[in-house]
């Protein structure tokens, strides 16, 4: 699943490059050649949409999401792992709550042939169905570390737990930019 998901990381970084590249052009060309692709807003916005939940299991498996948790990295390590596992289940409850609101969306557009008002005319299905592919990614990410918390839990590895959903640490963070370093280095050679 990290392999997928960070696959879909990669798609969506491109896809903000390509969004860019589009509005750019769009802004170039009404400024100097007077005309306008007339869809930039409908296409990026699209593509926002769907480069934002591109990124989210993969966000979740490098622990890069925005977490407020002070206090709990205080607290002894059993119940930092029993919490860790609490906030997964109730991100969960909402990522399912969203995956099902999204499939809904897709459904109503299949059925009712929906489209946009761009002069594109594109079917809503296509970009709603690229956004709830990414949210179902999310959603399995979710399923997959719950399984592995769980069992860690289960198993009395709460320091196991603690690292697969904890914050990323500086230490985390020093380690990551050492290795990209030394990557870096490799490639040179």
């Known amino acids: 699943m990290s392999t997928l998901a ?4 990669h798609v969506a970084g491109w896809n903000y490059v390509a969004c860019a590249l589009f509005i750019t052009f769009d802004v170039v060309a009404r400024s100097l050649f007077g005309f306008s692709s007339k869809a930039t807003i409908e296409i990026t916005g699209y593509m926002l949409a769907g480069g934002i939940a591109w990124g989210l299991a993969h966000t979740l498996a490098r622990r890069a999401h925005i977490r407020v948790d002070v206090w709990v990295n205080r607290l002894p390590l059993g119940l930092r792992a029993a919490l860790h596992l609490l906030s997964l289940l109730l991100l969960a409850v909402f990522a399912a709550f969203c995956a099902w609101a999204a499939y809904g969306l897709v459904e109503e557009s299949l059925l009712f042939d929906a489209h946009d008002n761009s002069a594109l005319r594109v079917p809503l299905v296509l970009p709603q169905g690229i956004w709830t592919f990414g949210i179902l990614a999310f959603c399995a990410m979710i399923l997959v570390l719950t399984i592995e918390s769980v069992l860690s839990l289960l198993l009395g590895r709460s ?7 904890s914050s990323r640490t500086i230490d985390d963070e020093a380690a990551e930019a050492l290795e990209a370093v030394e990557m870096a280095r490799e490639g040179a050679r």
């Open 6 to 9: 960070a696959f879909m990381a």
């Open 159 to 165: 320091e196991d737990l603690d690292g697969l959903l």
